[in-house]
């Protein structure tokens, strides 16, 4: 499974940005995806989780300013970011678990600074 995620890029505080994540290859239609971020000289932490059935889990500092989104004819996560915070600035990474293993993509920078 490869994934390619897309979106990131430099936003002033309180803007938004789009995240997309496709999947290709072994695709196995029971999965879970999700995005995780790490910011420099921090552990990598769980952002938002959706399950194939549209279950969904958010870290509490990103609630209510934060949606994860997913659309499964197109094995394509969506992470819609706003109101964003300079605490946002990381590298975001789209995760897929399926059939027991994880797999990642490469990460996309994301960096809120005026």
């Known amino acids: 499974v490869q994934l390619q995620a897309s979106g990131g890029g430099l936003v002033q505080p309180g803007g938004s940005l789009r995240l997309s994540c496709a999947a290709s290859?072994?695709?196995?239609?029971?999965?879970?995806m999700g995005w995780y971020r790490q910011a420099p000289g921090k552990q990598r932490e769980m952002v938002a989780l959706?399950?194939?059935?549209?279950?969904?889990n958010y870290a509490d500092s990103v609630k209510g300013r934060f949606t994860i989104s997913r659309d499964n004819s197109k094995n394509t996560v969506y992470l819609q970011m706003n109101s964003l915070k300079p605490d946002d600035t990381a590298v975001y990474y789209c995760?897929?678990?399926?059939?027991?293993?994880?797999?990642w993509g490469k990460g996309t920078q994301v960096t809120v600074s005026s």
């Open positions: 959706i399950t194939y059935g549209g279950s969904i």
């Open positions: 995760q897929r678990f399926q059939g027991g293993i994880e797999f």
């Open positions: 290859g072994s695709i196995n239609r029971l999965n879970n």
